[in-house]
């Protein structure tokens, strides 16, 4: 009986160790959450999503966005640095709320790097130098001479003071060698109409939402901001190509998750994301609405919100940018 009995708990044993592999592998065990600091709609909300459709068919679990506005996405930020780093809640953010932000404001609710685990970079969103119609200039080195010989007039709209569009809009500035004035709005929309109506001279916005109204003669676009053409509209030149390498910049959207995850969880999530936004048909779903898929993956990534937060941080000092607290 007890020789049974032995054999028994030696059995019983075995089965449990057996088992501590399959149960450590088990991650995802149940659904992810995937928190946008935007409102839905937006390029951000609309890039999450993506995301969340394809890596839920890569990791065979549901993957839910989840949106929570408010404060230029320090909300959701906070709250992603805040969770319990267990793989489950995960953040989706861009250039404006990981590098920008801090970048740009006094004090924020949280601290980058350190806060975060980084996955990778999802997509690039480039920009394009967007003109009105009614401006007499049809080049890049055109509107140049045109903005030097009337110093302070050009206005151009952006999304808000501190917004990717604006330090993009003051690095071609300080490139050129050129001042204009600006025009801030509370959104990118707001802006293209003002655009359109020719109540501003110039806009640089994403080219998906305005290259219709470039098609259409409204606008015209004189230079993309990314390191290479983009493929919506092959015809315009780079910043590189018209002679301003310096203004080469990107809005750029990534996968992160709270500081401490555990090591088998970060490697699934990075190797399982990577593979399933450079699938077909992610790509395909991406360049559909405007974005470049590119993906960077774990420290390459950290190290590039580094350097991007320094050339903000520089640029505000030089300009004497603060946002408000």
């Given amino acids: 009986m007890i020789t049974l009995l032995r054999t028994l708990c030696a059995l019983s044993l075995a089965t449990c160790v057996g088992a501590l592999p399959a149960i450590a592998q088990e991650y995802p065990a149940k659904p992810l959450r995937i928190i946008v600091g935007y409102v839905p709609g937006g390029a951000s909300d609309l890039s999450a999503r993506i995301t969340a459709e394809v890596l839920a068919q890569k990791l065979g679990q549901s993957v839910i966005v989840e949106n929570r506005p408010g404060a230029a996405s320090a909300i959701g930020i906070e709250l992603v640095a805040k969770s319990p780093p267990d793989g489950y809640t995960l953040l989706h953010t861009n ?12 004090s924020v609710p949280f601290s980058v790097p350190k806060d975060f685990t980084f ?11 967007a003109v009105s119609a009614q401006l007499p200039v049809n080049s890049m080195a055109e509107l140049i001479a045109y903005a030097k010989a009337n110093p302070g007039k050009l206005r151009y709209g952006t999304s808000g003071v501190g917004s990717g569009p604006h330090l993009a809009t ?3 500035e300080r490139e050129a060698g050129i001042k204009m004035l600006h025009v801030p709005y509370k959104g990118s929309g707001a802006a293209i109409n003002d655009l359109l109506g020719g109540h501003i001279d110039l806009s640089l916005p994403a080219v998906q939402p305005i290259a219709p109204h470039a098609q259409a003669g409204k606008v015209k676009l ?12 092959p015809d315009v030149p780079t910043m590189k190509e018209v002679g301003l390498p310096g203004a080469t910049v990107v809005i750029w959207f990534g996968l992160l998750g709270p500081a401490g995850m555990p090591p088998n969880v970060v490697e699934r999530l990075r190797k399982d994301a990577v ?3 450079n699938s077909p048909e992610a790509k395909q779903k991406f360049r559909a609405v405007g974005f470049e898929p590119d993906t960077l993956a774990g420290d390459e990534f950290e190290k590039f919100v580094g350097a991007e937060y320094k050339q903000w941080k520089d640029l505000a000092a030089s300009e004497g940018i ?4």
Wanted: hydrophobic residues 55%; glycine residues 4%; without cysteine.
């Fill in 119 to 129: 996955i990778t970079r999802i997509t690039q969103l480039p920009l394009v130098v």
């Fill in 275 to 277: 593979a399933a936004l």
């Fill in 222 to 233: 004189l230079a993309v901001t990314g390191p290479k053409r983009d493929p919506l509209v």
């Fill in 170 to 172: 003051l690095l071609f």
């Fill in 95 to 106: 250039s404006d709320g990981l590098a920008i932000l801090p970048a740009l404001k006094k």
């Fill in 322 to 325: 603060v946002l408000d607290e």
